[in-house]
């Protein structure tokens, strides 16, 4: 019998559910810094309300005939406090949406982790410290035990090397720090706190697939050059290899810890995790993919990563006449592309990179399962005349399909594909000017209204229905 295809959209916790402290739940690493440390940024404590909203949220996506949602838990939500208590009110709210969900017949994608660690793990050093991802294993032990007979696509963790990236390498997400070695530990336990889950739902029998999310990014040389494809292909090991390789083949990649060992200390990585990591290995791969990595060898200065959360471009502001992205000293440099077109936060926009990723995954790891889990565009956005004529989305989303649905036919197992965003969420670090959803939300008064990508999207999905 032929699987159907699923074609849905996302969202995450902390970025849409608001009530940050309503029903028992407890403060978030993200709570904390935007109430302690950083009181007058935008915050997610309201975000687009969908724990008030989400009846309305749900009947507008069975209404554009979308028949999947990627949602994430939100983990002090379900265990608040340090003490492991469960909060029942944070546990018969996600009940009441997967039942919903369910009645409309929307499939949950369920993801356990999506960068809304609690308050009291960050305070004991976060993804720094190893206990972390055991502390994590046993949330989820818990979540699968609780709504395993309502999900059947579970992800572990979203994105850890962006995440990491942010936290540690650009410093722009809390804990606001820039340390190479952190990046790399964090990383290492996001990898194990996976294995670990993993560990734990195959204890279980009859609640569905598991899964991880990672941002993906294909990578091109500036040249053909072998310095650059050197370059290229240390790049490629850092941006996908490092968390593709150990979840689907149960080991890091090699030549990339032997690059970086000259600066790092990679002593974190016990031999007695060896195991666990080989037993980790996931039944599917989520793919988040924005854009692609344009790649030159390293020229000079140190390590950097720098990321425009302004949604202002300015192709001046650098002295280079290529910007440079980030660099790994000694390795290599992510630059822009001179002849590239960027949306306004300096993403470029590269639909055939999505193709490029797909294979690239099946020719390296075998016919592993798919899911685009994370696709789309963040615009600035007005309503006018109680919708928004987003052409530019819709422009985004068709050159995209294409080249996804062309990997598909090209023998990539791809089961299922998620718009960036369900509804206008917020942003992290952007507040709630970057808009990606395919219904813009009004956050003062929490309105909603479709799009003219909303009505695009439904009519492709009925078009494609077979595919």
């Known amino acids: 019998m032929k699987r159907q295809f699923l074609w849905g959209s996302a969202t995450a916790s902390y970025q849409c559910e608001g009530a940050w402290e309503e029903d028992g739940k ?19 404590d309201v975000a687009c309300d969908f724990y008030h909203h989400y009846e309305e949220d749900l009947q507008m996506m069975q209404d554009s005939h979308q028949n999947t949602l990627r949602l994430s838990l939100s983990w002090p939500r379900i265990f608040p406090n340090e003490d492991q208590r469960v909060n029942q009110r944070g546990v018969e709210f996600y009940h009441r949406v997967l039942d919903s969900m369910i009645a409309k017949g929307i499939e949950p ?32 032990d818990f979540c699968f035990r609780e709504f395993g007979s309502k999900i059947r696509i579970w992800v572990t963790l979203n994105e850890p090397y962006y995440s990491t990236q942010c936290m540690y390498g650009s410093g722009n997400y809390p804990p606001n720090e820039k340390s190479g070695q952190k990046f790399a530990t964090a990383i290492y336990h996001y990898v194990l706190a996976s294995a670990l889950a993993v560990q734990k739902f195959r204890q279980y029998e009859n609640i569905g697939e598991i899964g991880i999310v990672a941002d993906v990014h294909p990578c091109y040389g500036v040249d053909e050059s072998e310095a650059c494809q050197r370059a290229v292909y240390l790049a490629d090991q850092l941006y996908n290899g490092c968390i593709l390789d150990p979840v689907l083949k149960g080991h890091f990649p090699q030549a990339l810890i032997e690059a970086l060992s000259t600066t790092y200390d990679f002593s974190f990585m016990r031999q007695e995790d060896e195991a666990i990591i080989k037993q980790g290995i996931v039944d599917f791969i989520g793919l988040n993919y924005y854009n692609r990595s344009y790649i030159r060898p390293y020229q000079s200065g140190p390590s950097m990563v720098a990321h425009n959360n302004a949604g202002i471009r300015d192709a001046k502001k650098e002295d280079e006449e290529v910007k440079r992205v980030m660099v790994v000293k000694d390795l290599f440099e992510k630059i822009e592309d001179p002849n590239g077109t960027f949306t306004e936060w300096d993403f470029e926009i590269y639909p055939q990179g999505i193709y490029q990723i797909c294979m690239e995954v099946t ?17 600035h956005e007005t309503l006018d005349n109680g919708t928004v004529h987003d052409d530019a989305r819709i422009s985004f989303v068709e050159q995209h399909l294409h080249y996804l649905l062309q990997a598909k036919a090209d023998g990539a197992d791809i089961r299922g594909y998620y718009m960036w965003s369900t509804m206008d969420l917020y942003s992290w670090m952007n507040g709630n000017e970057k808009r990606y959803g395919l219904v813009y939300v009004d956050f003062k008064t929490q309105k909603r209204y479709p799009k003219k990508s909303f009505a695009w999207y439904r009519d492709f999905i009925d078009a494609h229905q077979d595919i």
């Open 26 to 44: 407890g403060p978030s690493m993200w709570d904390d810094y935007f109430h302690h440390v950083n009181p007058n940024a935008v915050s997610g």
């Open 363 to 379: 020719r390296k790891y075998g016919n592993v399962p798919i899911y685009i889990t994370e696709n789309g565009i963040g615009l």
């Open 109 to 140: 994608n369920v993801t356990l982790y999506h960068w809304d660690l609690p308050a009291y793990l960050q305070k004991k050093g976060g993804w720094l410290n190893r206990e972390t991802a055991f502390a994590f294993a046993q949330y989820a």
